[in-house]
């Protein structure tokens, strides 16, 4: 196995938490592009010319640890949700520098990458996007954040620190390691996952136009009351999925704007987020289906207008078969029994880096499944474990 | 009948829509103790003042005009919505003026009233609920309106008007002139109604406490969606209010609230507001006791926490029977065959002064039905058409 230091892995796990540290528990704040991001980063960019790597800072934040000739990528993102937990993409960073560093040391050509923007300030896991040529970086530039801030004016702020592209050509595959974010294997006390397939995600928002009115003189009959129409749809969907679903599946509607939203007031506007995941493109495309038909269906018996969002469509992202085996194999030795073949339900750079070359994931424990929220957190013997397998993995995969 | 004068009425009532005049149509802007309500309502003092009346102005802002000796009271009142129309009120404050003038001239006792803050600023009917002793000045004082201004402070704007309190007991009943804002007459083309009862109003907030979680990763059979339990509620009262409401009965919810109100998280809260009318309080209740299992049976079978708000609980008011048959009569003998008996399914400052002596509503028609809407309107004949009906059973009620 690769000679990783666990204790040298957790100390500058802990010192990338130093970088906007707040909130309860082990939380973090560190947006794309915040100060405490641009200062984590710059940090890093250090650490990877510390451990005798080229250092890197592409056009999009990217910063990258480069190893001589063709290399296995290993890494992740080390920005945060607006409220987010000290693991969430830093984990796989650090385990990129860790797994870099020894590899080195023992000949072996590993990089180390940390992602700008995977949690979506300007979208949707935009740095690794970008750089698999999933969005041009011209596209990008007028995406803006919730404040009217444009990516273009963001990415300005770290141009100081760029040194040029990096070609993907250059790397043989990618591994990223990340917490779970889900409740699997915290529930069945195992400490690792390897996973499958990343899944596919659709996202639309769907507005219902009824009629605005005074809420005691107008009676039921009279009414086009788009809140109503809301709830007719969902109760619509609910029956039909029934049979397209699977246990994996899952949808949600997560953000509601009832207009304009008075006790008095029959409300004239209902505008509604759906988003449904699954790792099976048909399945996307029959909810896809059922959605739309259903959302018609109650416009036209309620008389309503009815506007349907552009859709965002991730189609799922299967792994790579050897890099899946290595990362099963190194399990198996080292955790007999105590890991699982597994799906991801959360979206990772992993899914866009994919364009490029092969890529495989693997999952540490999320105690009691919680992520995005400063609670969340993984015992210190797990996140150890997971170094340890990928550390394993990487070995077979470059000998 | 009283000698009412329409020209002049409808003068008048062009003349206080310019106090706030804006938006499209005759829309107006004349919220409680704003300026052009201040305005107006010094106008209106000075009005009442020209017709010969003692012109009074109470502390709430209430602004009277009152016949010697014991004398039946005419108006509404004169503040608006924040988008309002040019009637909503305005209508029964003029018919107030024009018939407590004319009655002045041929020895009837008139009074004239326009209360304060029926649109709610501070609450509900605000000036009419304090006058009643529905609710104490005191109490009434630390409301806030949407800003965080309290009554006390915006009253202290019409402190220079004030003249003293005036004593309910000097009235021997009250009628209301009011638009119908509801869709009826105008669908039957009918030009006035005689309001039977005044329906009762619940309104509380219900609060589902679910997990906040992740979109992806979280299964459904592992969530606790509040959302979802929002969506359950509303599915199992529709149903069980089936065989409990009447065609007048109406139930709504407004405003709803998803929290944190992301594509990608599971809501952990979900706050709504249900409000309900009806002419009868047995009926109120029981849809309240439906309503209260109904959010309980869901928040235990989905083992989410529940909260509800205090309640707003008007009963329905009865309109007098004398004053009623007067205004049936005047309407049959002006109108035959175009008017009719009907509810009032909003609420209007007559619901708090039956608390003190007899009370009665007329209606004019909304065209299509519209109100709290820049777009409202009624046409002028009949504006005319009620005050001469009024004016029959006025004369009536007081020979």
Redesign the interface.
């Known amino acids: 196995m690769i000679p990783v230091d666990p204790e040298r892995f957790l100390a500058d796990l802990h010192h990338l938490r130093s970088f906007g540290a707040a909130g309860t528990g082990k939380g973090v704040v560190r947006q794309a592009f915040s100060e405490p991001d641009i200062a984590a980063r710059t940090w890093l960019r250090d650490q990877y010319g510390a451990a005798g790597l080229d250092p890197q800072v592409d056009a999009t934040g990217t910063v990258w640890g480069l190893a001589e000739g063709p290399s296995l990528l290993i890494g992740s993102h080390s920005d945060s949700q607006p409220e987010g937990g000290w693991l969430d993409g830093a984990l796989g960073v650090i385990c990129g520098l860790e797994i870099a560093r020894a590899a080195r040391g023992v000949g072996l050509p590993v990089s180390a990458v940390s992602f700008q923007d995977e949690e979506g300030r300007f979208g949707v896991t935009t740095g690794s996007r970008i750089w698999s040529g999933n969005v041009s970086l011209q596209e990008a530039d007028t995406l803006c954040d919730a404040s009217g801030v444009t990516f273009a004016e963001a990415r300005a702020l770290m141009s100081h620190l760029v040194t040029g592209e990096v070609d993907p050509s250059r790397f043989t595959g990618f591994i990223e390691c990340h917490i779970?974010?889900?409740?699997w294997l915290d529930a069945a006390d195992e400490a690792v996952g390897v996973v499958t397939d990343i899944?596919g995600?659709r996202?639309m928002r769907i507005t219902y136009f009824g009629e605005?009115?005074?809420?005691?003189?107008?009676?039921?009959?009279?009414r086009k009351?788009a809140?109503q129409a809301m709830?007719q749809f969902?109760?619509l969907i609910a029956e039909r999925f029934r049979n397209v679903v699977t246990?994996?599946?899952?949808?949600?509607?997560?953000?509601?704007d009832?207009h304009p939203?008075?006790?008095?007031?029959?409300?004239g506007r209902c505008s509604f987020?759906m988003?449904w995941?699954d790792g099976d493109r048909d399945r996307l495309d029959r909810m896809e289906q059922i959605l739309r038909e259903a959302a018609q269906e109650v416009a036209d018996q309620t008389g309503m207008r009815l506007e349907t969002s552009g859709m965002l469509g991730l189609q799922p992202v299967p792994m790579d078969a050897a890099l899946q085996s290595a990362l099963g194999d190194a399990a198996e030795a080292q955790l007999p029994g105590r890991w699982r073949r597994m799906q991801?339900?959360?979206?990772h750079d992993a899914a866009s880096v994919a364009n490029h070359m092969p890529v495989a994931m693997l999952f540490v424990p999320s105690i009691n499944?919680?992520?995005?929220?400063f609670a969340e957190d993984t015992a210190e013997a797990d996140l150890v474990a997971g170094l340890k397998v990928l550390a394993e993995a990487v070995e077979t995969v470059l000998t």
Do not use: K
């Not at 605005?212 to 009279?222: K, V, Y």
């Not at 991801?344 to 979206?347: F, I, T, V």
């Not at 499944?369 to 929220?373: A, R």
């Open positions: 779970e974010q889900g409740p899944v995600i996202d605005q009115n005074h809420a005691g003189t107008t009676p039921m009959h009279r009351d809140f709830l969902q109760q246990p994996q599946t899952v949808w949600t509607t997560g953000a509601v009832v939203g008075s006790h008095s007031i029959v409300p987020a988003q995941r991801s339900g959360a979206l499944g919680i992520s995005h929220d």
